[in-house]
């Protein structure tokens, strides 16, 4: 069975500071894996997604890396800002099903 | 890009009472609806899969006479969450999956069962 990991759980920064949110998952038979962004009490914005082919996508100020071997994925926020500020979930797909299997999210405060 | 709605956004009921949320793809069809729940601070656990046309596929230990799916069109799928319990409260969030596979989230409804 999946079990899709993140961490840190929470995590506080100044403004300005390069940040890396961890994501883990057991198995590495994946489909792609993607990041998604939530505010509080909203839905999901997809961030990244990444097909278990590639080793990085990059958007703007975001760079998502996956190694698909060690079962490990990480998003890093360049230059944080205050309005980054949000859950950050990773979520991977097993096969062409849709399924997504989410990690528990990781909490960023960006202090200003 | 593709638009997923949520109605309502938040619903407060009284405990034994039935609540319907629907889920709308508004701009494209979309022949499979997933429907998740998320307890505060927690991740998204998904429910159930909705695919048109047929009887939804629940997930293990989901209540399949509880949480009621209906998929009736391309474009719409609901929720009713029956004789709810205050223990039913969380947020609920489904999502769309457009022809490229591709989901799409809508902004979720924040269910209270007093």
């Known amino acids: 069975k999946q079990e899709v990991t993140q961490i840190p759980a929470a995590l506080s920064v100044p403004e300005g500071e390069n940040l890396v949110l961890n994501c883990s998952f057991t198995?590495?038979?994946?489909?792609?894996l993607q990041w998604f962004r939530q505010d509080p009490g909203k839905g999901l914005t997809s961030l990244l997604l990444i097909q278990s082919s590639q080793r990085e996508q990059t958007s703007g100020r975001l760079n998502a890396s996956l190694d698909k071997s060690s079962g490990r994925s990480t998003l890093y926020i360049a230059a944080s800002q205050p309005g980054d500020s949000a859950t950050y979930l990773c979520a991977v797909r097993m096969d062409s099903s849709y399924k997504l299997i989410f990690g528990s999210g990781t909490r960023l405060l960006v202090r200003p | 890009g593709a638009v997923v709605s949520q109605h309502p956004s938040r619903v407060i009921c009284k405990s034994g009472t039935s609540v319907k949320i629907e889920c709308r793809s508004l701009d494209f069809q979309a022949t499979t609806m997933f429907w998740y729940r998320q307890f505060p601070k927690k991740s998204l656990m998904l429910m159930a899969t909705?695919?048109?046309?047929?009887?939804?596929?629940?997930e293990q230990g989901v209540e399949k006479d509880k949480f009621l799916i209906n998929h009736a069109s391309l474009t719409l799928s609901t929720l009713t969450v029956t004789s709810a319990h205050p223990e039913d409260s969380s947020f609920y969030i489904c999502s769309a999956g457009d022809s490229q596979e591709t989901q799409y989230f809508g902004p979720g409804t924040r269910l209270l069962v007093l």
């Open positions: 909705s695919n048109e046309g047929s009887k939804a596929t629940y």
């Open positions: 198995d590495s038979a994946i489909y792609n």
